[in-house]
């Protein structure tokens, strides 16, 4: 199929085609008749304003819808969650801007201590195959030590600023902005609206990183909370795994997902769990998230002002099984790009992860131990085999 690939996407076109040709025929029919039409679904809804400004019964019947949705869904949306949607949509248009940057300079530059990634380098058929792209951003890289003084946070910044300047051609610098000549065809209005206009646009927004600090800290904050709500309605202090979590194990991932030409079964993201305690996530008006509901895939129907937040692996094994981390899958769009923005609370590598409940369904383990694990079996099998390796 002969389709227009835009400067920026990566060489999904390539990757899949040799998949696809390794496939046998019978695969290839199976493949195409893989994609059912699934129920769409609208996740519950919670208003998080009662747990700040309630009464005494409304905080607790907030909690019980919380501590419901997690039990039965691992799943739920948040509204009234005290993130700004303007501070959302600035993230969405930086991210944006970055990842519409062509995409040989993304993969070369080291922008974001090389957080960039795409696809699966690993896959050997297409079920492994994710047509997505991705910024998997440290929060440590992101949040500077408040105590520190104007010049060394400038001193701390500048080796991560010069690393994005690499995207810019050798004859564009930050402190030289080109003229627009009058027959340049991407001269509009004045000003350039080329990448070279928007990396330096993205150089200003590296220097400072407010817009990206602030929405860190914003979903860094509402999932201490949620975390904290889970935890205390099992008995436990709201703190008693949070304080594991700092800035330097919990990350952002900015997600792209290209418009797909091919099969409608193709994956933006393969089915998995999420290796954490908790995620937050923020979604355009696309679509595309299913989640595994009583055995079988259902659509969630986007609402971009509400938060998606979902139980991870590590809440779950914490929880002996109460709260679920459910697998879950994005699905590609033919025609449209798809964008989303999700946090994850993490604890560090040496926390020990032991349910708060005898008998235990899961033998104790680190978070390294549980990340080797999963590493290992992707490697060895191309797929997450997750907390069922960790099963007494």
């Known amino acids: 199929m002969a389709t227009l690939q835009a400067s ?54 907030c909690v019980a819808e919380i501590s419901k949705a997690s039990s039965d869904w691992g799943f739920f949306q948040v509204v009234n969650h005290g993130i700004n949607n303007e501070l959302l949509q600035a993230v969405r248009k930086e991210q944006k801007r970055l990842f519409h940057v062509p995409f040989e300079k ?29 910024f998997h951003v440290p929060l440590s890289k992101l949040v500077e030590d408040e105590a520190c003084s104007e010049d060394e946070f400038r001193s701390l910044s500048l080796p991560w600023l010069n690393e994005i300047t690499q995207l810019l051609p050798q004859s564009v610098t930050p402190a030289r902005k080109p003229k627009p000549s009058h027959g340049d065809p991407s001269a509009q209005n004045g000003h350039f609206d080329s990448t070279d206009n928007f990396v330096i646009s993205t150089i200003k927004f590296a220097d400072d990183r407010e817009v990206m600090q602030k929405v860190a800290g914003a979903m860094s904050d509402l999932a201490r909370i949620l975390a904290g709500v889970l935890a205390e309605n099992l008995g436990y202090p709201g703190n008693c795994f949070t304080e594991n979590c700092s800035k330097s194990t919990c990350f952002l991932r900015l997600n792209r997902y290209p418009p797909c030409p091919f099969l409608p079964g193709t994956f933006g993201l393969m089915p998995h769990t999420d290796s954490d305690f908790l995620t937050i996530l923020h979604q355009d008006h696309v679509g595309g998230l299913q989640l595994m509901k009583d055995s079988k895939w259902v659509a969630v129907k986007p609402n971009p002002s509400a938060l998606i937040v979902n139980i991870g692996d590590l809440f779950q094994a914490w929880s002996n099984d109460v709260y679920k981390s459910v697998e879950h899958k994005v699905m590609t769009n033919r025609m449209v790009e798809r964008y989303s923005i999700a946090y994850f609370l993490c604890p560090s590598y040496e926390s020990t992860i032991g349910s708060c409940k005898e008998p235990s369904h899961y033998k104790k383990f680190t978070f390294k131990e549980f990340r080797n694990q999963v590493q290992e079996d992707v490697k060895r099998t191309g797929y997450k085999v997750g907390l069922s390796r960790f099963l007494l």
């Open 8 to 61: 920026y996407d990566p060489p999904f076109e390539q990757r899949y085609s040799s998949l696809f040709s390794a496939m046998t025929e019978a695969r290839r029919c199976f493949k195409s008749c893989e994609n059912k039409v699934v129920e769409q679904c609208e996740l519950p809804l919670i208003d998080l304003c009662c747990l700040q400004h309630g009464t005494e019964q409304e905080i607790s019947a």
């Open 106 to 134: 993304k993969a070369a530059s080291k922008v974001l201590n090389e957080s960039y990634r795409w696809g699966n380098p690993t896959a050997t058929s297409l079920d492994q195959l994710s047509w997505s792209e991705a």
